[in-house]
């Protein structure tokens, strides 16, 4: 139950960002803030990642996606605390409310990665025994 939660999770805020990610493009300001096109671009491309790993057949993409992103998003919301709004010349207008949401979505990613156990290897015995049936 946790897997299909995570996956559901995983998928749905890959959806979000691409939209936000394109909105973004043709409207910069939603909802209050102003997203540069560095910003909308970093939502498009985790998007589409969350709904590659999202929509894989494989459990490891969503948790893979989900440590790695949630990682990504929740040390960006801390270096925004910290003061950082751009990254020298690339501008991503952070502020106290873009570092807010993405502490919440850094938090609720990790979470999902974390939902989804480990794939265990498989053991010697069941990989010879997979590998006499093809044969």
Excluded: C, W
């Amino acid at each position: 139950m946790k897997t299909v939660l995570a996956r559901t999770y995983v998928v749905l805020s890959g959806l979000i960002l691409v939209v936000v990610g394109i909105a973004g493009f043709f409207r910069h300001e939603m909802f209050n803030l102003t997203f540069p096109p560095t910003h909308n671009l970093f939502h498009l491309l985790s998007g589409a990642i969350a709904l590659f790993a999202g929509f894989r057949r494989n459990a490891n993409g969503p948790r893979l996606f989900g440590l790695i992103f949630g990682s990504v998003y929740t040390f960006v919301a801390i270096a925004g605390f910290a003061g950082l709004r751009d990254l020298g010349p690339i501008q991503l207008g952070l502020n106290l409310h873009f570092n807010v949401i993405h502490l919440g979505v850094g938090f609720l990613t990790l979470l999902a990665g974390f939902a989804i156990p480990k794939p265990t290897p498989l053991s010697p015995r069941s990989t010879e025994a997979n590998h006499a049936n093809f044969h």
